[in-house]
């Protein structure tokens, strides 16, 4: 799931630096779980006046193959001037302590900022993360929140490489390394509930809804899905529209599903199963309520 | 606006202060503006009616609830309200203390709070709690120690404090479900006394369906999250068209899912299992509440004998014209036990009802889904 449009940067596989012997992988991907995206977006919504940009840690686990899986974020403070920068590096150690306390497996792997421009403040920054991640190298994400004019909203991540003849702090290369959003599937009805609060703009609002509303909306869409292969293929039936193959291959492939199963009794088993079980489900909260209704009563 | 970092102050300053963090040097404010003088109440004495969930809080409570499963996850909340509207802006997670009595760890929690709320102050993040959140699966919430955080906050935080429980089970079905309580009157009432006995039960008119009452939540996601949501479920446009259709997937970082669709009920024997593990305690719990509730009958039978003894005796001393025994002394040779406390009993049974409910749920959404497989399948 990729985070921002296809760009033709190549991905450049980057070795490691001769002089800088670090052991492990370099990052060669990035995964980045919702969380810390919304809170990178709080943290910009919450920006002082003065700030033109925010920063913060990210924190995260690494595997053996490279990839690094950002899982949580938190703001840090700095300041950043015409003449210098600086990070409270005493807020982000206390910080850094708090999270690591609810979860330790998280351990910091990078940092990320707002905006796409990559600065000489931005290699220091990078420098100074890459102390404290190593002997592993640090990753930055870049979110472009997509508020200015003319630039999109999209994640990017890199990886900081030295350059020059004798190696400077404020000297450095980033490298775009791939970067995707990745959660579990069992927080996939989260984000949906998030889509669907954020889609009702007029009230901005949405109310938890029961399992049967959720399952009306699914089929509502699946049936308009359907309904539009339906006018597609029918008009291409007609010779109205020319069949695209390739669409053909793919109808194919989702409707060519067997339903024997169905056909063969099953049916009417799991009906009787699952009419046993709600049966079942309300006489015991019948049994419950009665029960609860007894506990007020006392013997004359 | 400029007056809103004020207004945060000014409602800072009203509430007490967090636990062991230092009181912030009194704040300056500026007046609150006329045009806001209705909605802000710093006496609190506009009623919280509804509460307002924020996207973040949402998908933090979600990650938490996911990683630390088995191990009940929980946390805070902290938030403004304006306007009867309790608006929860952000929240972070408690480690999970192993032993509830152990000194110790309580002290270390409450430390990690104070220090956690002082860091996030320092990034302009609301500090001010307002109440606790708590993972759960199948949507049985009822336990003492949600109980009795609950009635602990009810008494420190400003509105008495909320609690938002989050079912995980539910969720991972394809619903994410939130909800928000508070106790109610009559509990607290009967909390606060400390007496759960049948008399009191009936006086506070109690069932496990009035320990808790719902507050109307709403999400909000603000505008920055929902134009980013809208980029990011937003199709890029295909590569290429010769992508075979099996290792084709959708180019948007966000695809539209129709996991809830899935015919499987893997959860329905889980939950039965649940229902049935409930039953017995709850058995149990009434098997002991029978045996305490015989012993006090047994005790105060033979209180009374006592007493009618005592009392023939004495008459029969007054018609020898004796002075009578002193007759005040049965309470000392007779212990009648405290009657005990049902709520034990009553939580057991609110959670018998929750299981119920979402296994009713379950089976009813499995009923529907099944006719619409067998619709498809032309039938």
């Known amino acids: 799931m990729p985070l921002a449009p296809p760009s033709s940067a190549i991905h450049v596989k980057n070795a490691t630096p001769g002089f800088l012997s670090t052991p492990g992988r370099t990052p060669s991907s990035v995964t980045i779980h919702p969380v810390a995206l919304f809170s990178i977006l709080d943290h910009y919504l919450r920006r002082t006046d003065e700030q033109d940009r925010v920063i913060g840690t990210l924190l995260g686990t690494r595997s053996d193959t490279g990839e690094i899986d950002v899982r949580s974020s938190f703001a840090v403070l700095h300041s950043e001037t015409a003449e210098q920068v600086a990070v409270d590096m005493e807020y982000h150690q206390t910080m850094y302590e708090l999270h690591h306390k609810v979860n330790p497996k998280e351990v910091i792997v990078g940092w990320y900022s707002t905006g796409s421009n990559l600065n000489t403040y931005s290699a220091l920054i990078q420098n100074f993360y890459s102390q404290e991640t190593a002997p592993h190298q640090a990753i930055h994400i870049a979110v472009n929140t997509g508020v200015e004019d003319g630039e999109q909203a999209g994640v990017k991540a890199y990886v900081g490489s030295p350059v020059g003849v004798s190696p400077k702090p404020e000297n450095a290369v980033f490298v775009p390394i791939p970067c995707e959003l990745r959660f579990k599937e069992s927080e996939r009805s989260g984000l949906d509930l998030l889509l669907s609060a954020s889609s009702n703009s007029s009230t901005s609002t949405s109310h938890p809804s029961t399992d049967l509303d959720i399952l009306e909306t699914a089929i509502q869409s699946a049936s308009d899905m359907i309904d539009r292969v339906l006018t597609y293929v029918r008009s291409v039936l007609a010779g109205e529209t020319k069949g695209d193959p390739a669409v053909g291959r793919y109808l194919i492939d989702t409707l060519g599903a067997s339903s024997e199963d169905l056909e063969k009794g099953g049916f009417h088993a799991s009906l009787q199963d699952a009419l046993m079980v709600s049966y079942l489900a309300n006489l015991v909260r019948s049994q419950a309520e009665v029960s609860a209704r007894l506990a007020l009563t006392t013997a004359p | ?379």
């Not at chain 2, 608006?87 to 032993?99: Q, V």
């Not at chain 2, 929902?226 to 479920?233: D, G, I, P, Q």
């Not at chain 2, 992508?243 to 015919?263: C, D, H, M, Q, R």
């Not at chain 2, 039953?279 to 209180?303: C, F, P």
């Open chain 2, 1 to 379: 606006m400029a007056a809103t970092p004020s207004m945060a102050a000014a409602l800072a300053a009203s509430l007490p202060a967090p636990q062991t963090a230092p009181t912030p040097a009194a704040p300056t404010y500026e007046a609150i503006p006329a045009s806001m003088s209705k909605v802000i109440d710093i006496e609190a004495d506009i009623p919280v009616t509804s509460v307002q969930l924020d996207g973040l809080v949402v998908s933090k409570i979600i990650k938490h609830s996911r990683e630390a499963q088995g191990s009940n996850a929980h946390g805070l909340l902290l938030g403004l309200d304006i306007d009867g509207t309790l608006e929860i802006n952000n929240s972070f997670a408690l480690p999970h203390h192993f032993t509830d009595d152990d000194d110790k760890s309580i002290k270390g929690v409450a430390r990690y709070q104070a220090s956690m709320l002082r860091s996030l102050k320092e990034v302009q993040v609301d500090d001010s709690v307002v109440g606790f959140y708590q993972a759960m699966t199948l949507g049985s919430f009822y336990t003492q120690s949600l109980v009795e955080t609950q009635a602990l906050h009810q008494d420190k935080l400003r509105h008495g404090g909320i609690v938002i429980v989050h079912d995980i089970s539910q969720t991972a079905r394809g619903n994410a479900s939130f909800r928000a309580f508070r106790l109610t009157k009559a509990f607290l009432d009967a909390y606060k006394r400390n007496n759960f006995s049948t008399d009191s039960l009936i006086d506070h008119r109690l069932t496990f369906s009035s320990i808790v009452e719902e507050i109307p939540l709403r999400i909000r996601t603000n505008p920055l999250l929902s134009s980013f949501l809208e980029t990011l479920s937003a199709p890029a446009p295909m590569p290429s068209v010769d992508i075979k259709p099996t290792t084709a997937t959708s180019t948007a970082a966000i695809p539209p899912s129709f996991s809830v669709l899935n015919l499987g009920s893997g959860n329905i024997s889980r939950n039965m299992e649940q229902i049935v593990d409930a039953l017995d305690s709850y058995r149990t719990e009434e098997g002991n509440l029978a045996y305490l509730q015989r012993q006090i009958a047994r005790e105060k039978v033979k209180a009374e004998g006592y007493i009618a003894k005592r009392k023939e005796e004495n008459a029969s001393r007054v018609a020898q014209g004796l002075a009578p025994l002193p007759e005040e002394d049965v309470n000392r040779l007779f212990k009648i036990p405290a009657e005990p406390s049902r709520l034990e009993s009553m939580l057991l049974l609110g959670r018998i009802d929750a299981y119920s409910k979402s296994l009713e749920g379950t089976s009813s959404a499995g009923l529907v889904k099944m006719y619409a497989a067998k619709g498809s399948a032309g039938a």
